[in-house]
């Protein structure tokens, strides 16, 4: 299956860089490359531009580099991780970024290709990985935690409110026989459901997979730790502009955002900050940027998104 993803808020996220044609730009989540395309065609390598794409999913990567051939001479596509963007770029010899990108969440590709296992739409074995490589997988979560660590990531990671009773019917199942496919583990959530409550909302089973899905990919917990990290990444004037796909990493990124722009920890009634801590720039988006009606109604998966940017600041 040929590597597709439609890039949200793509103008608006490239818009958000302010790109500079001779500047180094890094895509953390690098996909089918549709983001880093529109960035490349603003960039020129006889000025010294470079861009840096990061991507766990090994068809990402060979897709993006496909994909941007035409911008080779700047383009270095890295198969890892995004938490690993200080030590690649030090062995890279690059030492700060003009813009960083951040395009989270699961792609159209990896939903759609049945055997990943991401959807609950297409029977599959249970995996969720986006890195291959990943020696654990949704397998090995549905069917190797206790009921309490499995409430608690549905309860946390999905925000279901019937975490309590998926975390006992599944592990009531498994103790039959492993849970092994994607439509085992959609109808033990559908069962564990009310039958009115599955009436509004969307897919009973949509949660749950969400959940599942963060904690085989540790995406909350890389993202909380990097982000800070990239901040520091930045030059002076350099941009952050971070796409999330649901509260909680939405959350993080708010959090962080203001936390570097507003650092100090002194009680408010001191008259003058003495805990040291400086700003490290400013928020540009004091609400976050949100699809129009017309990109929602074209990529209806795009309806969740919001866009939030930080610029580094000069005296930091």
């Given at each position: 299956m040929e590597f597709s993803h439609v890039s949200v808020l793509l103008k608006e996220t490239v818009d958000s860089l302010n790109i500079k044609e001779d500047g180094t730009y890094i895509d953390c989540t690098i996909g089918g490359g549709g983001h880093s395309f529109q960035i490349a065609k603003l960039l020129r390598p006889e000025k010294g531009a470079k861009l840096i794409g990061f991507d766990q999913d090994a068809a990402a990567v060979a897709a993006a580099t496909d994909r941007l051939k035409q911008f080779s001479r700047l383009l270095t596509v890295v198969h890892s991780n995004f938490s690993e963007i200080g030590q690649v770029l030090s062995d890279l010899g690059i030492d700060k970024a003009d813009g960083i990108l951040l395009d989270l969440g699961v792609s159209s590709y990896q939903l759609d290709e049945a055997g990943r296992g991401f959807s609950y739409m297409d029977d599959a074995p249970l995996d969720m990985r986006m890195d291959r490589r990943n020696p654990v997988s949704a397998y090995d979560i549905v069917n190797g935690y206790s009921e309490e660590e499995l409430f608690r990531i549905i309860r946390d990671y999905g925000e279901d409110r019937f975490a309590r009773n998926i975390a006992?019917?599944?592990?009531?199942?498994?103790?039959?026989?492993?849970?092994?496919?994607?439509?085992?583990?959609?109808?033990?959530?559908?069962?564990?459901?009310?039958?009115?409550?599955?009436?509004?909302?969307?897919?009973?089973?949509?949660?749950?997979?969400?959940?599942?899905?963060?904690?085989?990919?540790?995406?909350?917990?890389?993202?909380?730790?990097?982000?800070?990290?990239?901040?520091?990444?930045?030059?002076?004037?350099?941009?952050i502009s971070v796409i999330t796909f649901h509260s909680l990493e939405d959350r993080i990124v708010k959090q962080t955002f203001k936390r570097n722009e507003s650092p100090c920890i002194c009680p408010p009634d001191f008259p003058v900050c003495v805990c040291g801590r400086v700003s490290k720039g400013r928020v540009i988006t004091k609400k976050p940027i949100v699809p129009s009606g017309d990109e929602t109604e074209r990529n209806p998966r795009s309806k969740s998104a919001k866009l939030r940017v930080f610029e580094r600041g000069s005296d930091s």
């Open positions: 006992k019917n599944i592990v009531r199942k498994r103790e039959a026989s492993p849970v092994r496919t994607t439509f085992e583990l959609r109808d033990i959530v559908e069962a564990s459901i009310p039958a009115k409550v599955k009436k509004t909302g969307g897919h009973p089973a949509k949660r749950t997979f969400q959940a599942v899905r963060i904690e085989v990919n540790q995406e909350l917990s890389v993202l909380s730790d990097t982000l800070d990290t990239m901040i520091e990444l930045l030059k002076s004037g350099g941009r």
